[in-house]
Structure formats: structure tokens, C-alpha cells
């Protein structure tokens, strides 16, 4: 983020309540940044403004609506900055190993949504598996969907580490004006949502950033499986275990 940066958070909303944006330091310790009272039968949009200047250390920042007796309806809720430090397209890379339908599925969210297609630059799926992406009935149904931002690679099984580099060479190779990789499973439960915030966030860090993500359990979305990964460089020699801290949540 720059010096000053600010964000708010645009929400039609119809009915009575109180909207509140909340935060919370890297302790975990919530605040309030910001409220405001509604009182609308129209749908009307909402603007709340707030400064992102308390984040040294992490934390988090979310919208709350309170209500009592009355109706309060919220839809679309969108968080923006005045102007983002650049506009760069994000391209996405799938490594896929005998998970058809599931590979397929996620093929489809990312390119059923058309919000989402207006910011990828390409779609890198290596297929490193028996069983292919390629063998299913809707295959080019959902290849339809990309505009020709799809590029379906097929190879032996080098693991996961060989099917992302596959992806990230073959980005390298597309005239090196991107800037932002996203590297995907292909057996996740996409929201086309968490796409977007990720190319917003990367496209508005002020310098190159390597952010992993957190390992949820499919069918028990709400407990966290493996976070705060960490390898010690010097120590990645031959006989020699990384070492990895993982937490997990009940």
C-alpha cells in the first residue's frame, strides 16, 4: 500500500440497521474503525471510508450490519481504493494429476465468471496424469469458456514441483509483461471471489510479494488443515529434512 492508502466498502442496502467496519490488530484484538446508521425503504449504496495505516504487524479488516426489530438487507458488498498502484493481469497455473472432474470443475468456476476472465491473463492447466482433463464429455464445452485465455499442456508426472515450473516456464515464455502468478490445486472449492481480492492485493503491494496460502479441509471447510509454512534455505541440502510448522483448528 502507499503512504496514505485507503479503502471503503460500497454496499446497497435497504431497511434499518447500523453498519460497522471492524479491525483487528496481529494479536487478534478487534476495533471499530468506522459506522454507520441506515434507515431506507429504497435500496440506497452506502459508503464507508476508512484509513489503512494500523497494519504494520497484520491484521484483518471486515463489515458487520447490526439490526434489531427491523429489516436490514445488504447485497454486493465491494471493498476499493481510490486507484490501484498498477493494472496487471494475473495468470493462473493448475497442476493436475488424475483428478478429472474435480480439475474440470475448477476449470469451469474460473471461466464461468466473467468478472473474474476480464483480469486473468492465461489459464495454465498441466495435466500430468492417466486419467485426463482432455477425456471428458464437457472438456471443450469449458475451454469455450476462456476466449482463448485457456492453455490445456499435457506431460509425464514430475509431482506438484514439476507441474507449477511447467506453468510459471511457460508464462516466462508469453513476453514477460505479467506480473502477478497465482499457482492453483485442482481439486479446490473455488469462490472466483478470492481470485479477484488476490490480484487487487498484488497489484497494489509496493513491493514483489510471495504469499502462500492456507490449506482448508474440503469437507470441513472451517478447520484449518496446514498454515505459516517455512523452509530453511541454508538447510535444503541432500539427507537434510526441510522443516515446516503446521497448525490445526478444531
Not at 471493498?79 to 496487471?88: A, D, F, K, N, Y
Request: negative net charge.
Amino acid at each position: 500500500m502507499d503512504a496514505d492508502p485507503r479503502t471503503g466498502s460500497g454496499v446497497p442496502v435497504r431497511g434499518a440497521g447500523r453498519l460497522e467496519i471492524h479491525a483487528s490488530d496481529a494479536e487478534g484484538e478487534p476495533r471499530i474503525l468506522t459506522t454507520a446508521e441506515v434507515a431506507t425503504p429504497a435500496e440506497q449504496e452506502v459508503r464507508l471510508k476508512v484509513s489503512l495505516d494500523r497494519f504494520m504487524d497484520g491484521g484483518s479488516i471486515w463489515l458487520e450490519a447490526v439490526t434489531s426489530a427491523e429489516e436490514l438487507t445488504i447485497e454486493d458488498v465491494r471493498w476499493v481504493i481510490s486507484e490501484p498502484l498498477r493494472e496487471r493481469l494475473t495468470s493462473v497455473v493448475i497442476c493436475t494429476f488424475n483428478r478429472a472432474d474435480d480439475c474440470l470443475n475448477t476449470m469451469r468456476a474460473l471461466g464461468e465468471d466473467t468478472e473474474l476472465l476480464a483480469v486473468l491473463e492465461n489459464v495454465y492447466v498441466v495435466d500430468q496424469g492417466t486419467d485426463t482433463v482432455q477425456s471428458r464429455e464437457d472438456f471443450d464445452k469449458v475451454v469455450g469458456l476462456f476466449q482463448g485465455k485457456l492453455r490445456y499442456l499435457r506431460q509425464p508426472n514430475l509431482g506438484g514441483a514439476g507441474g507449477f515450473t511447467r506453468g510459471m516456464f511457460e508464462i516466462s515464455q508469453a513476453g514477460g509483461k505479467h506480473a502477478n502468478v497465482l499457482l492453483m490445486d485442482d481439486d479446490v472449492l473455488l469462490e472466483p471471489e478470492t481470485v479477484l481480492r488476490m490480484s487487487a492485493f498484488a497489484n497494489n503491494s509496493t513491493d514483489p510479494v510471495i504469499v502462500g496460502g492456507q490449506m482448508l479441509y474440503l469437507y470441513h471447510p472451517n478447520r484449518l488443515h496446514i498454515g505459516a509454512e517455512f523452509t530453511d534455505l541454508p538447510m535444503l541440502r541432500p539427507g537434510v529434512r526441510s522443516q515446516a510448522h503446521c497448525t490445526t483448528w478444531t
